[in-house]
């Protein structure tokens, strides 16, 4: 819990009671006094202030960030993983993040990091990756790696490394241990969740009123490798009880809308009430993978919730994604956040907010939507970079009313800090943030990615449908291998439209006139939120087919709006029925 000494009390108050000039000022340090020894948050900030601290709100069937009581689009990247433990390395790179048009940096602090020593905690590199993103004016989401990353226990203290008694190993079917703590070890969990409230409690001493710190990723791409499970005696004694009745009461209260992987299991036992993890589930290795997940889930909420305790930022863990390679549990990490499992971790760890998918598969869609289930927030701590990646960002904002998009390794893509596809694609995105985040969680925003295996799809906002293709020229039939656009109706007859190689055709579908014509189309830029219109694009530059015989007889004007390919660019257009 919070210590009861304010941090805010008014020193010239302080100056003026202990002179006793002023009897009023002496009343007013009291009432201030007082007020600090409150309950909850507002020990430390007040009822105005706790409103303050970084967290997540809904906004319709979004949910967004809110950093400074304002929305957010965390447009982040994310460092290699040893990066960020050299401030010294990490000199030359801020000011290429910032050129690169981020907002946020995704940044390890480790364990080992911080607790070399048991019980003597060190935190002059986090102090310094603090002040150098403040400097550069970003924005830090914090990756504590404690007792696993990548599923791996290779960022705990030699200290804990060395001991194999005090903090056991997780042991896998050929009797071997291997280098992962074990979920089932109090003196694991105990010394990691120390550790992660003297983080939390240290951030919130030196950052509370800046909010450089926004956002905190909990453990990374946790799970067992080699095994579907944890075959240690504790493990083994655990898995021959009883499901735990708490999983039972959440599974049942949730049974109707919970996901079909989950359904396909229980249901094969007749959806049972209690009994042993094999009675409930049945035998095999998706049992195993649903017992794992909930002690996983059990180990890391109890890590937030000592975190939260200290300061209550949002938290969330992030998925090692199925491999086309990967069959069974302990190919990918088995109990980890993956989507399949987000049944068995909201009801074990109800202090986590999110579930992140690391994507750098191509499948980016399909992911978003398994990730987006069950109102699940979309949060891309890890994802692609170049084109695929400001392709991908737009759609993730655009379609699936993202929080974050992040590239992995941002750091070793600054030789171009200003011309590459992220730093374009970033470029568009500040513009747009304020707009976006006004659209997202309604049915007046969406994103599209196409190729040549996809190169067109129909989409209706409001009362028109919008045929969406790879950008062509009148004089030709080639088009490119990709394009991709954010789309925002911000008047009934007006989108804002932002993106690469693309092409639009307005088609109504409301009575009235039957065709649709481009009344207006300006290039432009938003500043601060406010439009700067450039050039009024006509003739050529809307022109597609001026045999417009035949276009009429498909309702078409013959023009389009065309968004060209050194993008992404911003469009502006208003429609008109004729």
Known sequence: MYSTRCHQTDERVITMAANKKYLSSLVLLVIILTNCSSVGTERYFGEHDSNQIPHLRKQGSA????????????????????????????????????QMNLNTVLVVVSWDMIEPEEGNFDFTILDGLIKEARVHDLHLVILWFGSWK?????????????????????????????????????????????????????IRKTDSQKHTVIMIQVQNEVGILGDSRDRSVTANAAFAKEVP???????????????????????????????????????????????????????????AETGKAEYPLPMYVNAWIIQPYDKVPGDYPSGGPQAHMHDIWRAGAPNIDILAPDIYLPNFAEICEM???????????????GTHGAANAFLAFGKYNAICYSPFGIDSRIIDSENGPIPRA?????????????????????????????????????????EVGLRRQRWSTAVPASGYCMIIMIEPDEFVVAGSDIQITFFANTPGPEIVGLASVYEGKYIDGRWIPGRKLNGDAIMLNYHLDQMAAENRPGSVLRLQGDGPVIRRVKLYRF
């Open 63 to 98: 949910t967004q960030m809110v950093v400074n009581s304002e929305p957010y689009l965390v447009l982040a990247g994310e460092l290699h993983n040893s990066s960020s433990s050299s401030l010294e390395y990490m000199k030359p790179i801020w000011p290429k993040l910032k």
């Open 371 to 385: 990730y987006s289930r069950s109102e699940n927030p979309l949060f891309i701590p890890e994802s692609r970079a």
């Open 150 to 202: 990548n599923g791996i226990s290779h960022y705990t203290p030699y200290w804990v490394k060395k001991d194999l008694e005090r903090f056991p190993r997780v042991r896998i079917k050929n009797g071997k241990n291997i280098e992962v703590l074990s979920t089932f070890s109090k003196a694991n969990l105990k010394a990691d969740a120390r550790a992660f409230a003297a983080l939390m409690r240290h």
């Open 245 to 303: 009745p708490e999983l039972m009461q959440y599974l049942q209260k949730h049974r109707d809308n919970s996901l079909p992987e989950l359904k396909e299991v229980w249901s094969a036992t007749g959806y049972k009430k209690s009994g042993t993890w094999t009675e409930v589930f049945g035998t095999g290795i998706k049992t195993d993978e649903i017992f794992m997940a909930w002690n996983y889930a059990g180990y890391i909420n109890k890590i």
């Open 426 to 466: 970033y470029h568009v995105l500040s513009q747009l943030a304020p707009l976006i985040l006004e659209h997202q969680g309604k049915d007046s925003i969406t994103g599209v990615v196409l190729n040549k295996q996809n190169p067109s799809e129909n989409l209706r906002m409001g009362d028109y449908t919008l």
